[in-house]
């Protein structure tokens, strides 16, 4: 009985000394009793020198802080760019759209749906490893078409946007890369002999990414697929049309469809200035 009596009197000795110990650490915490104007400087500071888990969990203490005020709104936007920046993708877009939606007249607004489109952006740089899988036909553009729209919302809502600029050279670079995947996919059931569904494709390239060079490709195919398929007139007027639009296409002096070791490949968007 004694043995457990003093077995109990030194857990709950721990337990007294472990409370104190984390009262003490909350209170040596600078972010714990500093006003919010030097508690948002403190995380500024981790952001501006790459401390990106710091600046998170300055941020994130910051706003349980201070629920209400314009650091505390500053601080929402600036973390969602820290967990971005820290490639933490599903927690920065959480972040960004609790932002836009609760925030929806902010001064930062049109840099709020930018930021949302780079989060985007970033989460479709998998579709270049998809595309050099070996079924072509597995892709998933979710990222890349939800990235493309978001960047779309802010060209038309903030037109004068000082992002307005670099978000169309992605949205370019996006819907080409789009078409490309697109154009993959056709070519792989040419390739198998799928022609019914090699043609459909490719019209959708046609219909959807009019203004991209990967058209030419899709009328390419088109031709070919209809011509196997015993489609006359409808592989005639693909025909028709790629050389009326496309007439140095390689299709038409006999090099298309390419091998597979000389298709195209999707490449890395480089900023621009």
């Not at 920065?92 to 902010?106: D, E, G, L």
């Not at 001064?107 to 740089?125: C, E, M, P, Q, V």
């Not at 799928?194 to 009019?210: C, D, H």
């Not at 009326?244 to 070791?261: A, T």
Request: net charge positive.
């Amino acid at each position: 009985m004694r043995v457990s009596l003093l077995i109990r009197l030194i857990f709950l000795a721990a337990l007294l000394a472990l409370g104190a110990c984390t009262r003490g650490g909350k209170k040596n915490n600078p972010v714990e009793t500093l006003p919010v104007d030097q508690v948002y400087a403190i995380g500024k500071e981790a952001l501006q020198r790459n401390n990106l888990a710091r600046a998170t969990k300055t941020y994130e203490r910051l706003i349980a802080r201070f629920p209400f005020g314009p650091y505390t709104e500053q601080a929402q936007l600036e973390l969602a760019y820290a967990q971005y920046k820290d490639h933490k993708q599903e927690e920065a877009y959480s972040s960004v759209n609790r932002f836009i939606k609760t925030y929806p007249t902010h001064k930062h607004i049109d840099y709020a749906f930018y930021l949302r489109g780079l989060i985007n952006f970033g989460r479709s740089d998998g579709l270049l490893e998809r595309y050099l899988s070996r079924d072509e036909t597995k892709r998933d553009q979710a990222y890349a078409l939800q990235s493309f729209e978001d960047f779309g919302e802010l060209v038309k809502r903030y037109p004068e946007s000082r992002y307005v600029n670099d978000a169309r050279q992605r949205m370019i670079y996006l819907r080409n890369n789009m078409a490309q995947a697109e154009i993959g996919v056709a070519l792989f059931y040419l390739r198998h002999k799928a022609y019914v569904a090699a043609a459909n494709r490719a019209e959708k390239v046609v219909e959807n990414y009019q203004r991209t060079p990967q058209a030419g490709d899709a009328l390419a195919v088109m031709t070919e697929a209809y011509a196997r398929l015993g489609q006359e007139k409808l592989s005639s007027d693909a025909r028709r049309v790629l050389e009326l639009n496309y007439p140095e296409h390689p299709y038409l002096k006999g090099e298309y469809p390419p091998k597979r070791s000389t298709w195209k490949r999707l490449v890395p968007f480089t900023d621009r200035g």
